[in-house]
């Protein structure tokens, strides 16, 4: 083949590449741009809405403790000498004074006895000698001397009813006997201890307040005190600690729990609710909750025309009922179904929902 017929040949394949070419762009150019928000923009997405109203709750503050007897006596004995009895028995209610434990008397009555007769004698030997000094018989001295000897032998006569006195072993407070140191038959000495009485009413809550937050707290403010077994008790703000401690910069507080009837144990561990601020908030359920595209915790909501409103929020309080947060409007049309397919800003078609009771 010549050259000019290869040359002819490669320019009809050009051309023919160029206006297929030609071709297909003008195609591209001229056909109209898709609409991508077209289909949006004819058809909202469609959420449903539930009508819900602020209203007031108490912002608490939460925190963990322990609840302590209000009172707690070592009864120890004041003389020594063997166990006689125990009149009382473990968890006995008693009242102050009540006898709890008796030390046996052994020789006891028997210096008693000598220590009234030696009263008796000094007594005499006293008028015996004022008398005698009275009518110049004697000097003035031993009228002195007789009185001291008597003085001496009243205060041996005290000692020993003292002492005597001191086998009855009594609760100093009334509470209910918790432990018993000694049984019957043993022997103790002066300053062992025999048994101990609690006094379960009031209990005390004790609780560690953050440095941050004791500002919130004041004495004679309620508390709400949760025990293990479920139950719910009222208390009040006894005491607040005037100096944080060093380790853990808390503040010791401590709620008296009224327990007349003796029923609630302590040394348990309580949560400790304490109110410190009432504020307007809504009760949702936890899975309204949303992040926005910066993190934000929120509640997705509808307008007055009917679009999409990012609420950012705060958790006031939760319990098995949801949670109250605050940051939406005090009237709210919140999204319930559907929050997950829309954004803020964005038209919706609404579905309303049965009102959501107030908190």
């Known amino acids: 083949m010549s050259f000019v017929s290869r040359n002819r040949s490669a320019l009809i394949i ?31 997405m469609s959420v449903a809405v539930r009508e819900s109203e602020a209203g007031p709750v108490e912002r608490l503050l939460s925190l963990q403790g322990e609840v302590q007897a209000d009172q707690r006596v070592s009864v120890r004995a004041e003389t020594s000498g063997r166990i006689a009895s125990l009149p009382v ?15 046996a008397m052994d020789d006891r009555e028997a210096r008693l006895r000598r220590a009234e007769a030696a009263v008796a004698g000094r007594e005499t030997d006293y008028r015996a000698a004022r008398q005698l000094a009275q009518e110049g018989l004697q000097a003035q001295l031993r009228v002195e001397t007789a009185l001291a000897e008597l003085e001496a032998a009243r205060a041996e006569l ?20 918790n432990h018993r140191y ?19 009413n009031p209990l005390r809550a004790v609780v560690q307040v953050p440095q941050h937050s004791v500002h919130r707290v004041s ?50 561990s309580v949560q400790v609710r304490i109110p410190v601020q009432q504020v307007m908030a809504h009760r949702i359920s936890p899975a309204l909750v949303a992040l926005d595209d910066r993190g934000r915790l929120g509640v997705k909501t509808v307008d007055d025309e009917d679009r999409v409103a990012f609420h950012e929020i705060e958790a006031v309080r939760a319990d098995v009922q949801g949670i109250w947060v605050t940051g939406l409007p005090e009237r709210a049309r919140i999204i319930t ?12 078609r609404v579905v309303e929902e049965p009102a959501a009771a107030s908190p």
């Open 14 to 44: 050009a051309g023919a590449a160029l206006l297929l070419a030609a071709w297909i762009l003008s195609g591209v150019l001229t056909r109209e741009p898709p609409r991508i928000n077209e289909r949006a923009e004819a058809a909202p």
């Open 89 to 103: 028995t473990l968890g006995q209610a008693v009242n102050a004074g009540d006898e709890i434990a008796r030390i």
């Open 158 to 177: 005290e000692a020993i009813r003292l002492d005597i006195a001191n086998t009855r072993i009594r609760a100093p407070i009334a509470g209910v006997i």
């Open 182 to 200: 000694a049984e019957v038959g043993d022997f103790v000495s002066r300053g062992d201890p025999v048994a101990e009485v609690l006094e379960n």
């Open 219 to 268: 004495v004679g403010g309620t508390a709400h005190v949760l025990f293990v077994d479920g139950s719910e008790h009222e208390g009040e703000v006894r005491y607040i600690s005037a100096r944080a401690d060093t380790a853990t910069r808390t503040f010791r507080v401590e709620i008296t729990v009224p327990n007349p009837d003796r029923g609630l144990p302590s040394g348990v």
């Open 337 to 348: 179904i559907g929050q997950g397919f829309v954004n803020a800003g964005e038209p919706v």
